[in-house]
């Protein structure tokens, strides 16, 4: 009978078990640790997590219990579909010198056990001009770690973000902010200000489905470090993204899909001299289904293309054009072609374009 018992409590207990780990939300977090670096005192810090639900329901966020009143803590508010994300954010006061570790249950659903978030660094009294780290990228008296921010290829259920780190050379307090934004980006900054000879971080965000089209999309941010201060060339950093479509969400279950095939890889119009230069390619459909070209790019200004049609039935094809300008090495961006599609195994298309002087 002792044995019987134990035998049915094991089996109970692994049943409440199994029963705890299948209620588990899914979520997935851009980082469970942020570093905020070195603060000056008295000087507060921001540092904002990216949580996106990765099950079939939706979540919600019902409360964030730092552990110390020393971080102030804020987040999403309202359902979180599946495939969204939502932020939570933390600020430390950086009242205390010295290292700091802070943590911060998140609370989902009805969960019982909290999912804890971690912000560290360290608070100095003056500013650390000597330990700053050395940056390529000269904007006035602030050094940064790029001039330009490529996302890559994205889809339109993600949020990806990129992070932009800064000094301050100069000898007064700075307060980065990034102009003319669009819609579709953010910003953050830990800290807001940068007294002089700090260091510090700019956290760029995506939203892909803010994007006004598939395919690359390319806008100039301006980098402020006083209020009021008037955009130009010298304080630009280019930003740019490639949205693909999510071909499972638009071929679902299709057993019969396309297929592009070009009559050969890339473009070579030897050279130009003072006049513009011709040549095309041919693509053909060897699918089953009907090809979609959703976008056609050119990185460069100095390149033209047409395109006989957008849509081409299984085995036929069609013809792109391309000319190349002179101008082609006056403007910036690759010697290129980008074709966005419905084949599954060619959503992304680009084309190298060779010319010569």
């Known amino acids: 009978m002792k044995i019987q018992h134990i035998v049915a409590s094991i089996a109970l207990f692994a049943a409440c078990v199994a029963q705890h780990a299948a209620a588990q939300p899914d979520v997935e977090f851009s980082e469970m640790e ?41 987040w999403t508010q309202g359902n979180i579909a599946p495939g969204k994300s939502a932020s939570i954010s933390a600020r430390y006061d950086a009242e205390q010198l010295g290292h700091f570790s802070k943590s911060f249950g998140v609370y989902l659903d009805d969960e019982q056990e909290p999912i804890y978030l971690t912000i560290s660094g360290k608070v100095v009294n003056e500013a650390l001009t000597t330990q700053a780290t050395k940056l390529d990228h000269h904007f006035g008296d602030v050094d940064l770690n790029c001039d330009d921010i490529d996302f890559g290829d994205v889809y339109g259920d993600e949020e990806p973000f990129k992070t932009i780190e800064i000094v301050n050379r100069g000898k007064d307090i700075v307060t980065p ?5 669009p819609a579709y980006l953010t910003a953050s900054y830990a800290p807001e200000k940068l007294y002089p000879g700090s260091a510090g971080k700019i956290l760029v965000t995506l939203s892909p489905d803010k994007l006004p089209d598939y395919g690359l999309t390319r806008v100039g941010v301006f980098l402020s470090t006083q209020p009021g201060e008037k955009v130009n060339r010298d304080n630009e950093i280019d930003v740019s993204a490639t949205l693909l479509p999510d071909l499972e969400d638009l071929l679902g ?66 013809k792109l054009k391309v000319t190349v300008s002179p101008q082609v090495f006056q403007f910036k961006g690759r010697h290129a072609i980008l074709l966005v599609t419905n084949d599954p195994e060619n959503p992304k298309v680009v084309i190298p374009i060779e010319a010569k002087k």
């Open 177 to 181: 902010t990034l102009m003319h934004l």
């Open 253 to 318: 279950d299709a057993e019969e899909t396309p297929s592009l095939v070009l009559d050969k890889e890339s473009i070579d119009v030897g050279t130009l001299g003072n006049s513009k230069r011709r040549d095309q390619i041919v693509i053909s459909n060897e699918g089953e289904a009907e090809l979609e070209i959703f976008a056609m790019q050119v990185y460069n200004a100095g390149i033209g293309f047409s395109l006989g049609s957008k849509t081409i039935k299984p085995g036929g094809r069609t």
């Open 34 to 74: 942020h570093n905020l670096g070195t603060l000056v005192w008295h000087n507060s810090a921001q540092a904002t997590f990216t949580l996106k639900n990765t099950g079939r329901k939706d979540l919600v966020i019902t409360s964030v219990e730092p552990d110390c009143g020393c971080t102030l803590v804020s």
